[in-house]
């Protein structure tokens, strides 16, 4: 995202426009100022431009505060960040925010769920005119389509990584990798590097953004021993842990299976819409050769109903029933076979993953217990085979902070966390 904002603040003309804001929203810690800190990014990026200058001024005091004090600002102080922020946003003629590590923004701080999240990024990019790109890893797929509104108002674009296997992808994948040696400061033989694309595509399992790091770990390693070439032997040292390639590789797997599923099933649920038949309320013709009488009939039954409506009759409530200590209350009991399977409303969590942890960590550790990166819900894994995974479970909808020692993922990596 760097580069394309680059790429298109140097091909824009007019200095006055500023096209591209690139921000990475702060991971929940404390308090809700998640929100706030994403105005304070924006007016730190623009607080140069000659237009924004004079509103900087107003909210200067509420930015140079610490963290800790900001959690106690008010109403009007949170209403005039939102203004110079959005005002800021208008007077540079942004086109564009890409928020790096979306998710982030999605999982909120504990005190705003997901739709609220979305409604309040639907009404900043209304009332600024300015497009907001959310980029991050798979955890990002869960907070898409969660109504009608904002389906219609998104778009979703899958970078997934480059599969070998396909000649068209391996094609695509050997120009990245040609691309990025020639521009790696050594000597560096290309042709004999790229009759190799096999071994480059597993030391960094498809994905570009590895294969960089891997580039660049090399060179360093190079530098730190007054080399002038990048060699095979400095490339095997630096390679990616095959640990760490295994974490990449599942969670990639479970990504993209997880993206083919929602777009499998969901084409089978619209499919089924489309084949039920119209209720018998819209159908209103009647079919061609019917009798007069029974034309007769219904517009005496209409006429006969206008009637009674225009004198309506009386209408008694009877008086409540006072109800016993310790009854049930009204409500609709299971009907079917005693071991048929309920179904369960539409609130379950979209996290059913495999976790890259193995049962030796989690026995080392004396930790069995996981928090769901998507809902927060902690739940006690206790794998049967060697595949540990996280299980279904209803979405969580307290915002309670957990407490205890649990395995929670950071970046990407599942770690215990120290309370």
């Not at 800790?68 to 003629?93: F, P």
């Not at 409604?119 to 900043?124: A, I």
């Not at 499919?271 to 039920?276: F, N, R």
């Not at 026995?363 to 060697?386: S, W």
Request: aromatic share 6%; charged share 25%; net charge positive.
């Amino acid at each position: 995202m760097g580069v394309v904002a680059e790429r298109l603040t140097r091909e824009e003309t007019d200095r006055f426009v500023v096209p591209i804001l690139v921000l990475e929203p702060i991971p929940p810690d404390q308090g809700p100022y998640l929100r706030l800190d994403y105005y304070r990014q924006i007016i730190e990026a623009l607080k140069e431009h000659v237009l924004v200058k004079e509103l900087v001024g107003s909210v200067a005091h509420l930015m140079a505060q610490p963290r800790a004090t900001r959690l106690k600002l008010g109403a009007i102080d949170w209403l005039k960040m939102r203004h110079v922020a959005e005002q800021a946003l208008i007077r540079a003629h942004v086109r564009a925010v890409f928020a790096d590590e979306g998710h982030r923004l999605m999982q909120g701080d504990g005190s705003h769920s997901v739709d609220e999240q979305l409604e309040w990024l639907k009404s900043l990019s209304n009332r600024t005119k300015v497009l907001h790109v959310l980029a991050g890893p798979y955890t990002l797929f869960g907070f898409r389509n969660t109504s009608g509104q904002l389906a219609r108002r998104g778009r979703d674009i899958h970078f997934a990584r480059y599969h070998v296997e396909d000649k068209e992808e391996r094609t695509d994948f050997v120009a990245a990798l040609k691309y990025l040696l020639e521009r790696v400061p050594l000597e560096v033989d290309v042709p004999a590097l790229l009759s190799r694309w096999r071994w480059w595509a597993s030391g960094c399992v498809g994905c570009i953004g590895v294969l960089k790091d891997w580039l660049v770990d090399a060179v360093a390693a190079t530098f730190v021993q007054h080399g002038t070439s990048l060699t095979e032997e400095i490339l095997t040292k630096t390679m990616p842990h095959p640990a760490r390639r295994l974490s990449l590789e599942m969670e990639a797997h479970a990504g993209e299976r997880q993206v083919a599923l929602h777009n499998s099933e969901n084409a089978k649920k619209f499919q089924v819409l489309l084949k039920q038949p119209p209720k018998k309320a819209e159908q209103t013709e009647s079919a061609p050769g019917s009798s007069s009488k029974a034309a007769e009939a219904r517009e005496a039954s209409t006429s006969d109903k206008g009637v009674r409506s225009s004198f309506p009759l009386p209408q008694v409530t009877p008086k409540p029933t006072p109800r016993r200590v310790g009854s049930r209350a009204p409500e609709r009991d299971p009907v079917g076979e005693a071991g048929a399977p309920l179904e369960r409303k539409n609130t379950s969590c979209p996290f059913t993953e495999v976790i890259p942890v193995t049962l030796v960590q989690m026995e080392e550790a004396n930790l069995f217990c996981f928090e769901c990166p998507v809902c927060l819900a902690v739940r006690d894994v206790h794998p049967k085979g060697t595949i540990v995974r996280f299980r279904w479970h209803p979405r969580r909808t307290t915002s309670t902070p957990n407490r205890g020692r649990r395995w929670i993922r950071r970046e990407g990596v599942w770690t215990p966390s120290d309370s």
